[in-house]
């Protein structure tokens, strides 16, 4: 059973920055792309980042520009840089696997908050 356990959210001003942290609690990230999620209050969980097992990454476009997906294989962990934040990326902040082969079920965490308010 894998464990991903997110940290690194908080509550920041408009135009502040947060890094994000994944630890998988075993190295996946040699099978399986690996995605950065968001769910905003009264919203569907989306997908906001991806990096593949290759190292390419792929962001959604409200987010092109301003966060960056990176990985450090020996330390089975995965972060998101988020600069210049916008209140409406406020959202519980997931990673899972990405697609085709995920989200897996199981291995959903807690999640970090992010709040992004004045």
């Known amino acids: 059973q894998v464990q991903l356990v997110e940290s690194g959210g908080g509550l920041v001003h408009p135009g502040g920055s947060l890094r994000l942290s994944c630890a998988a609690s075993r190295d996946i990230f040699r099978f399986y792309a690996m995605g950065w999620y968001r769910q905003a209050l009264g919203k569907q969980r989306e997908l906001v980042a991806g990096i593949t097992s290759g190292g390419d990454t792929n962001y959604q476009e409200s987010v092109q520009g301003r966060f960056t997906l990176s990985r450090d294989s020996a330390k089975n962990t995965v972060y998101l840089q988020m600069n210049n934040l916008k209140p409406e990326d406020t959202a519980v902040y997931y990673c899972?696997?990405?697609?085709?082969?995920?989200?897996?079920?199981?291995?959903w965490g807690q999640g970090t908050q992010v709040t992004v308010s004045s």
């Open positions: 899972n696997v990405a697609p085709p082969d995920g989200p897996i079920y199981a291995y």
